[in-house]
């Protein structure tokens, strides 16, 4: 990531804050015993995951604290977003994927945007923790890290939830569909 390009101005990073703060407050049942100061604390002296967040913020993905990690001293942002991110959809899974397309290519890869991003996409467990939080991607679907030994196959894995069920599938990591984006995490 190019630093300087990186970086929100004060008023951005205040504006941000605000918003994420808002929305902190308004669902608590995602954080149950974290308190905001401690989180604001954080991303105030980490400005490059406030860029991170703020991109996350504006591809729709409503990042939202979903935890703690006592080990590292971290806390965990998702998209919490009811749907897949509006501004992450009609993508590919990653890079070779993308580059195998011959025709009708999408704009991008999942990967190639959370990397751009400073940001990790959804694991299956991560993706399944999501879900204790609330009801996601009901009408969308969002592409989650594929395990190794799938990719090299030329697939990948994608996940949402339908009749009260999380369901992972399958599909060519090539393919890309209008309802189907990705959904990212970032640790402060």
Not at 90 to 110: M, V, W
Not at 137 to 143: A, E, I, L, V
């Amino acid at each position: 990531m190019n630093n300087q390009k990186n970086k929100l101005s004060s008023e951005q990073q205040e504006s941000l804050l605000s918003v994420l703060e808002a929305r902190f407050e308004n669902n608590k049942h995602r954080h149950k015993n974290i308190e905001w100061e401690k989180v604001e604390l954080k991303l105030k002296a980490n400005p490059e995951k406030l860029w991170s967040l703020d991109e996350m913020e504006r591809t729709e993905g409503e990042p939202d604290v979903v935890g703690y990690d006592e080990k590292t001293n971290e806390y965990i942002f998702y998209d919490c977003a009811a749907e897949s991110p509006k501004g992450r959809r009609s993508i590919c899974y990653d890079h070779e994927a993308l580059e195998k397309r011959k025709e009708n290519k999408p704009k991008d890869s999942a990967i190639n945007m959370a990397s751009e991003m400073g940001i990790q996409i959804l694991n299956e467990e991560e993706y399944r923790e999501l879900q204790k939080l609330g009801k996601f991607d009901t009408k969308t679907s969002s592409w989650i890290l594929t395990p190794a030994n799938i990719r090299k196959l030329g697939g990948a894995i994608f996940s949402d939830f339908r009749y009260d069920t999380i369901f992972v599938y399958h599909n060519g990591a090539d393919s890309y569909y209008a309802a189907r984006g990705f959904r990212g995490s970032l640790r402060v």
